[in-house]
């Protein structure tokens, strides 16, 4: 057991008896099931879901190479999110690190827990300012997102920066590879052993193109998925979900692969074509499914595109990203149509 992460954990969390769901009470198999309240007409879903996901939790944990002891299963990664903060941040008291620009759900679930946030910003070309960071820690700060490929900037945060941390803070390094897939290389589930500290957010919504489904993972120490465990809505993963991602785990692996494989390809000639548009200042290097794109006017840009019946996400906003637009990779046509509506602007 490694004392210091439960160390960092809520009291009222390490405290929590958890809710017991009629099946927790009851494991194993029985011939009639009157314990739940589920209606006794098969409709294929009037059973409740297994609140551990079992068969599930197995299927990921042997596509990741972890154990389920390392995994939680999440509705979408933004749950895991939501989970890790109320987990481990006292509302009021304890701070999180968030980096600028990156993805938008950190400080939203850290504003809904009313957990202070401190934001660093990353350096013009959007790689970790290490000694920002360091100046930015306190002694109540709890954690730090890490988004690698970083959203919407497209960089993977160097591995030298990232060990540091994992090092140095003793807080909870939190990093969100949902993208990790389109980099062709293996991210940091490997390094989970050696950094208690080390927590992964993964996610079939981009790769594996279910979004829809909403399924994330958490992947960590097996004393900080026992924490999220404790919190976590018992039924938080439907059947249906449960089912389908199987399903595509066991059957649909090389079609999986071959379309980020071919995603990969259109950033590269996404990439080429943009560079061409008069219009385009500035590209971005892309490790994800998209890209960022300096224009001369993104808020013309922006309305323009709408008027071809398009939509990017116009970026401004954010922190280095003037002028920027985030475009996804689409498909070979798609990708040609966009084009074309560049050339026009
Ligand atoms: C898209 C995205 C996610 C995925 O969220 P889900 O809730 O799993 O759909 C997570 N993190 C980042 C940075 C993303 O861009």
Sequence with gaps: MNNKITALARTSVLALTPYQSARDEFRGQASLYLDANENPYATGFNRYPDAQQQR??????????????????TNGSDEAIDLLIRAFCNPGKDTIIIPQPTYGMYATYAAINEVSIKTVNLK??????????????????????????????GNLLAESTVISLLNNFKGLVVVDEAYIDFTGKPGWIRQLGKHGNLVLLHTFSKAWGLAGLRLGACVADPEVIELLNKIKPPYNI?????????????????????RVDMLIRERKALTRALSQIPTVKHIYPSDANFLLVKVRDAKTAYRKLIEQGIVVRNRSGMMHCDNCLRITVGTPIQNRRLIKAMNQL
């Excluded at 599930?56 to 299963?73: F, G, H, T, W």
């Excluded at 790689?127 to 900037?153: G, R, W």
């Excluded at 439907?238 to 071959?258: A, G, H, L």
Aim: hydrophobic share 40%; proline share 7%.
């Design 238 to 258: 439907s059947s249906y979900s449960e089912r389908r991602v199987i399903q595509e785990i066991t059957s649909n692996r090389s079609k999986v692969k071959q």
């Design 56 to 73: 599930l939790k197995e299927a990921v944990a042997k596509l990741k190479k972890v154990s389920p002891a390392q995994l939680l299963l």
């Design 124 to 153: 013009p070309d959007f790689t970790l300012d290490m000694d920002a960071v360091q100046a930015a820690l306190t002694p109540s700060t709890k954690m730090i997102f890490l988004c690698s490929p970083n959203n919407p900037s």
